[in-house]
């Protein structure tokens, strides 16, 4: 009875130290259990009565992962993947890491599945601004492989592959990091013999391009560029503005580096889960020091995937490619700061850096050298709020 009472202590250890990285469908290491198993051996019964108290006491840990449904589980990542063509015991969970959604790493969601006799999971966390190994398996790797998966980033997907040979089973894992979605993906099958066996053509069949931004879009809609046209020539406040939009507009009445400021937008869609009417484009106005309504033009972002945000002194509007922090300096709405990155034909990747305001730390060609300045400023537009925006009369908006 020994060698069980120090088996469960150890496979609880394990999985409260892995929290969410770890799972009862996926087993622990060969070579960790072989090594709680021998020290088992040499404990006295002294010990093994204590090891009994304590698998009593970790029995009771509650389980992390939470059965979920799809619609849970893409609200919580929304670059999601699916289940492949033929795959069957399909079942989704999530592990979440707390109560503020905002917060980085974010809470990880899990696709079970069968197919073709064999067990999958598939995982998705959204990691920030670098990629994070969630898999759960720790391994010493027989073969490591760099690879790129078709589909997944446009085709120039860069993943690795690994697979452990053991005497008993054989385990494939396939990790990838989407730098513009900021999220960490892993993908991990086991078989006694996986020999001639192609994870990479699973990890490929599981993108999902319904979830990518603007997939859902019709054809025939596109995102106003051009600036909304209200005749604000005899409005003194904002009321009298937001009298003029149309039925299917809606505003929001925000601060911005202390100043009052109204957005107006053509539509709105469902930006969080708590209803959050969001936009990906507003006309900006706000009202002078000599009380006069001031229209600053429009800011717009790339899509629904990144709605427009504000914080206390900013508005923030984003793309796969770029983000650009907006403020108000001088009467007028000006780019604070713009971080971008271009690809080539040959998926090399340039980073520049702009703004309106002062120099920047850039070549004349406004390149620099990394991506920093990008990522910090994707982090703090990720902190700031989703602006929610009011309905004109309540009536329903056009959905962008």
Not at 117 to 127: D, H
Request: hydrophobic share 35%.
């Amino acid at each position: 009875m020994k060698k069980k009472y120090i088996m469960i202590v150890a496979s609880f250890f394990v999985a409260s130290l892995s929290a969410c990285v770890g799972n009862n469908s996926i087993p622990v290491p060969e070579v960790n259990t072989r090594a709680e198993s021998t020290v088992a051996e040499e404990n006295t019964e002294v010990q093994e009565e204590s090891y009994t108290k304590e698998a009593d006491a970790l029995v009771g840990l509650a389980n992390p992962w939470q059965d979920a449904t799809y619609d849970e589980a893409i609200n919580t990542v929304s670059k999601l993947f699916k289940a492949p063509d033929g795959a069957e015991n399909v079942k989704w969970s999530i592990c979440k890491t707390g109560n503020d959604e905002n917060v980085i790493p974010g809470s990880m969601v899990q696709m079970t599945f069968d197919l073709d006799g064999m067990s999958f999971t598939a995982r998705e966390q959204v990691t920030g601004d670098k990629a994070e190994d969630i898999s759960g398996m720790y391994y010493d790797w027989t073969t490591t492989e760099d690879i790129t998966l078709a589909n997944w980033g446009d085709g120039r997907m860069a993943a690795k592959y690994q697979r452990y040979v053991g005497d008993e089973e054989s385990v494939d894992v396939c990790t990838w990091y989407d730098i513009e979605y900021g999220a960490s993906y892993s993908l991990i099958t086991s078989a006694k013999d996986l020999e001639g066996f192609d994870l990479q053509a699973v990890a490929e069949a599981i993108y999902d391009p319904s979830t990518q931004p603007g997939a859902n879009m019709p054809e025939d809609e596109t995102i106003l560029e051009e600036k909304i046209d209200i005749d604000i020539s005899d409005c003194k406040d904002f009321d009298q503005v937001i009298d003029k939009l149309a039925a299917d507009m809606a505003y929001a009445e925000i601060k911005i580096g202390g100043t009052d400021v109204l957005l107006v937008t053509p539509g709105t869609f469902k930006g969080d889960d708590k209803g959050t009417r969001a936009a990906t484009i507003a006309e900006v106005y706000w009202i002078d020091k000599d009380n006069n309504i001031k229209d600053g033009g429009h800011v717009r972002s790339g899509g629904t995937a990144n709605p427009i945000t504000a914080s206390e002194d900013y508005i923030y509007a984003s793309g796969h490619h770029y983000v650009k922090r907006y403020s108000l300096k001088d009467d007028s709405l000006v780019i604070d700061l713009e971080a971008t990155e271009k690809f080539d034909e040959k998926g090399d990747v340039t980073y520049y850096l702009y703004s309106e305001l002062r120099d920047v730390d850039a070549d004349v060609d406004g390149k620099v050298k990394d991506d920093s300045v990008l990522n910090d400023l994707n982090k703090e537009m990720l902190e700031a709020d989703i602006i929610g925006f009011t309905l004109n009369d309540s009536v329903e908006a056009t959905t962008l």
